[in-house]
């Protein structure tokens, strides 16, 4: 069902529930205007919606009654039991149509126009009908509506005064009976909560998110702790209790847009124009009361791209354009916002108009017109009394403009943008900041005060340094950096919030947040990059307030104040003219697009050798890079003093040549307390792409070759490097002494991309486990007929033949029923999880998510071992 | 303010009053005990880059982001010496929480009316702004501050 009809119908029996009880209570107190008063309101409630639905049949006797209580209320007629009847009467009629509607979702067909008559000779101040007797009253004329034959029956009877009383009162009862049969169903299913009790419980999770993440910070610090599983179950616990909070107030935008098909092939109508309505993201959320307030504006700047937008059919010909015009609604998230942009591919804004219109109306002068850019003048549309409309039509032009717009659209803290050019349309960009959000933030570091950055706004991180390619160069003292042929304006935080201290420090080795706002991108150079935590936006106090840097403050993990970063007001200080306007979203949309595939984000390096090599970034626990001359040599093996140990060094293969001075990258890759070095010549790119590895290398330390960024590109086994590097270094006698393993963990591995095969069975032979991988869930099931035995069961979920659910199922009721499984998945979607969690998987784990991983096997065989 | 008005002209039949003092440079503030919602010893302070001068910082009050207000900057005395001892005074204000950062807090006074009298005309005009009157007390005299203007902090004062 409709949502905007279920809605109706909730609040209509809400509504006539009352009005029942109120025109009881009227009859008793017929001079009452408080009880008139709200009878009329709720009449009148229900007549207006249900015009506004397109209901014509409810809308008339709503009107009737309407009508009727109008005149009582402005004391032209006075409340007689008769008139109470009558009424009551008309309420019964809306019920049993109300009832229809509910079940068939279309109002049925029939008449009213027997009790209509009667109401409006009422209203007319006729006496009744000599019929309309309450007798009478209670015996209307046939109509389509479920009680008809009850009625039908019951007006042949009207005759035999006994006999009819009975019958009247045995339809009553059977009338009463059915309504109490029918009523619950959708009234039943909701109930409405006032927005303030939403609010405080919004509040609430918020501190509960706060605490949980101070836990989980306590936790992390603690190596082992019997509060892990509790603490987890916690964690899970919280953030569903968020987002179902959060879910209470949010709904679909398109909840706005409903009506707006309608209007506008009615506005077609009106105006001879044809004109094709898309709309796009309608499912974009956003919270309810930022929903009702925009609805108006919407509504208006939709009409107004309508009217005075879209050429008719014959100008469009001539401009070379289709006959039918199109307007297009999209909604998105974007930047911690949500932007609802209203396109249309009409004449543009007339600029001379404007002009003309903006002198006319003296609200600028001919010389400073004359100095005045095209977007400047166009700005003039916002202004109070503004209609460039030649005559006012029915539609727009009255005089409530877009300075009306832009009021309602400031007023809940949004903005309105808009970019026209002449003969290719109009845009507006309506953004609405999403308050209450709890976001994921980007925490970093400048001048020694850190700083949260909306991770929805950070489209990669890049490290620059004084001697690799990816350096900061200056013009004219502006900082900008060379990104894949991209020119990008830096702007550098410490200089930017005026921190003390921070303009006299070099930034040649810097990390630089790259940032999207809108079609602009831009760098924040900042002197670390932390971690990202889920935060809860907290408003700045008024006193703050006008400080456009800052979007809000939170409570980190750590009990720490932290300001969070407005990247919109970063840009705005910036400057449109800093601004690279080269058009990411080109580039994000292709992004965006295939996520479905398995996107991974690849480190791009090339050492030893002219030809690309890459590993996958979440493999990679940081980038280094150190003097060669810190390099030593220890039982004839490279290490380095790193944190305070020694970090083995490997290079790509052993015919590969240390630099002699200079500077040395060096990938690390860590292992719990362990952690290796992989010197590489450099560090070129992070990219990511669709890895389809074409097998079949001989060389050991390569996975194999794909093409990555266009090239062909060899993909890296860190799994080989860490065994090289670690198990000799460590352990020089497991490798041979694999026999005697017995006490190891041991774990089956299932997933049919040899690619992770590869890269997960050395990672977890190094993580002390027994792997056995097979590349499907028939061989694993086979393993199990076989009478082997594993301690847990590492799952793919999308596999070719048995999926990983079917598989898990497959387990569950077979020999390993009491085998963990836990699930390794490319995308986790709640859905999956949920799905996951019914057959049996213990844990979701991303792919390639190395730490979580390896944490979920120890606490699932460690919750085994003790079970 | 009504109230401490009606102090001032009022008979000695009033009720006394209660203070929270603090001193800030040597002097003696107070503020009304019911403003006050907790009194705090030194705390993390984040800085506000762009803030007003007086703006010392934000800081966390049990899961409540609090403002904190240098007083030495908002009274315009010399700022406080390095590792020399602060305090916090959280005051409510329209359901915001500000913090007053001070050199100490000392006891709750209960005093009488007719030990109160309206700003003294040579008190200087920016302490006066923020000021109700002071106290005769036996050991030196006791501002009493107005903490609604003493938030009302403008920019163009900073200026």
């Keep these: 069902m409709d949502d905007l009809l279920r809605e109706f119908l909730t609040e209509s029996a809400e509504s006539l529930a009352v009005l029942d009880l109120e025109l009881v209570k009227l009859e008793q107190n017929p001079n009452n205007p408080d009880l008139l008063g709200n009878i009329f309101r709720l009449v009148h409630t229900i007549k207006g919606t249900c015009g506004f639905l397109g209901l014509p049949r409810l ?33 019964d009629r809306i019920k049993s149509l109300l009832s229809a509607l509910e079940q068939t979702e279309a109002e049925p067909a029939g008449d009213d126009t027997d009790l209509k008559d009667q109401l409006n000779a009422i209203a007319e101040g006729k006496a009744l009908p000599k019929a309309a007797t309450p007798a009478a009253a209670a015996a209307p004329a046939p109509t389509a509506a479920p009680t008809v034959v009850e009625k039908q029956a019951e007006a042949e009877l009207a005759a035999a005064a006994e006999a ?37 419980l919004m509040t609430m999770v918020s501190e509960l998110v706060l605490t949980r993440n101070q836990l989980l910070q306590i936790l992390r610090s603690q190596k082992e702790s019997e509060f892990a599983a509790p603490l987890q179950r916690l964690n899970l616990v919280t953030s569903e209790l968020q987002e179902g909070v959060m879910k209470t107030r949010m709904q679909p935008i398109g909840n706005a847009w409903a009506k707006l098909p309608r209007m506008v092939r009615d506005l077609a109508h009106e105006l001879n124009k044809k004109i094709d309505l898309k709309m796009q993201g309608a499912e974009t ?211 930017l ?248 963990k041991r774990i089956l591995l299932v997933d049919d991309s040899p690619f992770f095969r590869n890269l997960l069975t050395p990672l977890l032979s190094v993580a002390g486990y027994d792997v056995t991988s097979v590349e499907g869930a028939d061989k694993a099931l086979a393993l199990c007929e076989a009478g082997k035995d594993f301690d847990v069961i590492v799952s793919d979920i999308e596999m070719p033949g048995m999926s990983g659910f079917e598989f898990a199922e497959a387990v569950k009721s077979g020999r390993w029923q009491n085998t963990p499984i836990v699930a390794l998945s490319a995308h986790t979607s709640a859905k999956d999880l949920d799905r996951g969690r019914k057959v049996g998987f213990v844990d979701y784990i991303a792919k390639l998510d190395r730490d979580a991983l390896l944490n979920t096997l120890t606490q699932t065989i460690t919750t085994r071992g003790a079970a | 303010m009504s109230v401490l008005e009606k102090t001032n002209s009022g008979t000695s039949n009033e009720a006394p009053r209660e203070f929270v003092s603090m001193t800030v440079a040597g002097q003696l503030f107070g503020i009304p005990v019911l403003t006050v919602q907790d009194v705090l010893g030194e705390q993390r302070i984040t800085c506000v880059p762009l803030a007003l001068p007086e703006v010392a910082g934000t800081l966390n009050l049990r899961g409540r982001i609090v403002t904190a207000i240098d007083m030495r900057r908002r009274l315009r005395l010399p700022p406080r010496e390095k590792g020399a001892s602060a305090m916090n005074v959280v005051v409510d204000r329209g359901g915001e929480l500000y913090s007053l950062i001070v050199d100490s807090v000392g006891e709750v006074l209960s005093l009488p009316a007719e030990q109160f009298e309206r700003n003294p005309p040579t008190l200087e005009p920016h302490w006066r702004e923020v000021s109700f009157g002071v106290y005769r007390l036996e050991n030196g005299l006791m501002v009493v501050l107005d903490v609604e203007k003493l938030l009302d902090i403008k920019r163009a004062e900073a200026a």
């Design chain 1, 59 to 91: 809308e008339s006797v709503a009107h009737a009654s309407e009508n009727v209580l109008g005149k009582v209320r402005d004391g032209e007629l006075e409340v007689t039991p008769e008139i109470v009847s009558v009424i009551l009467k008309s309420l």
């Design chain 1, 164 to 200: 009819h009383a009975e019958a009247s009162r045995a339809a009553a009862v059977a009338a009463i009976e059915e309504q109490a049969a029918r009523e619950p169903s959708v009234a039943a299913q909701s109930i409405r909560v006032h927005v303030n009790l939403l609010e405080n």
């Design chain 1, 285 to 495: 959320e956003l919270d309810r009361q930022v929903l009702e307030l925009i609805k108006d504006p919407l509504t208006h700047l939709v009409r107004n791209c309508a009217d005075h937008g879209l050429e008719g059919p014959e100008d469009r010909r001539k401009a070379g354009k289709p006959d039918t015009g199109r307007i297009t609604l999209d909604a998105y998230h974007e930047g911690g916002q949500i932007v609802i942009e209203i396109s249309d591919d009409g004449r543009g804004l007339p600029i001379e108009k404007i002009k003309a219109k903006a002198l006319a109306n003296g609200l600028a002068a001919e010389s400073e017109l004359a100095s005045m850019s095209d977007e400047q003048i166009q700005q003039f549309i916002f202004r109070a009394g503004f209609s460039t409309a030649a005559q006012v039509t029915n539609v727009s032009g009255r005089g409530v403009g877009m300075d009306v717009v832009r009021t309602n659209i400031e007023k809940i803290g949004g903005t309105i943008e808009l970019r026209s050019k002449a003969g290719r349309g109009t845009s507006f960009f309506i953004k609405i900041p999403l308050t209450l959000a709890i976001v994921s933030a980007l925490i970093v570091e400048a001048g020694n005060e850190r700083f949260a950055i909306p991770q929805i706004s950070v489209i990669e991180l890049v490290r620059a340094t004084a001697n690799s390619s990816q350096r900061i160069e200056h013009i004219n003292g502006a900082p900008f950096l060379r990104l894949r042929n991209r020119l990008l304006p830096l702007v550098n935080l410490s200089s």
């Design chain 1, 497 to 744: 919030l005026k921190i003390a201290g921070a303009a006299d420090k070099k930034t040649e080795d810097a990390c630089i947040v790259v940032t999207q706002v809108g079609k602009h991108t831009f760098g924040i150079v900042v002197d670390r990059v932390f971690d990202t935590e889920e935060i809860v936006v907290k408003p700045v106090a008024p006193i703050l307030r006008d400080i456009s840097m800052f979007a809000g403050n939170t409570i980190l993990g750590d009990g720490s104040v932290i300001m969070i970063l407005d990247p919109n007001g970063i840009a705005a200080a910036i400057g449109d003219a800093g601004m690279s306007h080269h058009d990411q979203s080109a580039e994000t949309a292709t992004a965006h697009a295939s996520t479905k595939d398995e996107r991974v984000a690849l480190l791009l390096f090339r050492a030893g050798g002219d030809t690309p090599k890459a590993v996958p970034l979440a493999l990679v626990a940081r980038l280094e890079e150190v003097d060669v001359k810190a390099i030593e040599i220890s039982d004839g093996k490279p290490v380095l003093q790193y944190r305070g140990k020694l970090m083995p060094l490997v290079t790509i293969d052993p015919a590969y040549s240390v630099k002699t001075e200079g500077r040395q990258p060096i990938l690390v890759f860590a292992d719990g307390n362990r952690s290796m070095g992989l010197l590489v010549d450099e560090i070129v790119d992070i990219v990511e792409e669709r890895m389809n590895v074409q097998l079949g290398t001989e060389k050991t330390g390569l996975l194999g070759s794909a093409i990555i960024a266009g090239k062909a590109t060899e993909i890296i086994d860190a799994g080989h490097y860490l065994t090289v590097a670690l198990d000799t270094w460590f352990d020089p006698d497991k490798a041979s002494a694999d026999g005697t393993k017995s006490d190891a």
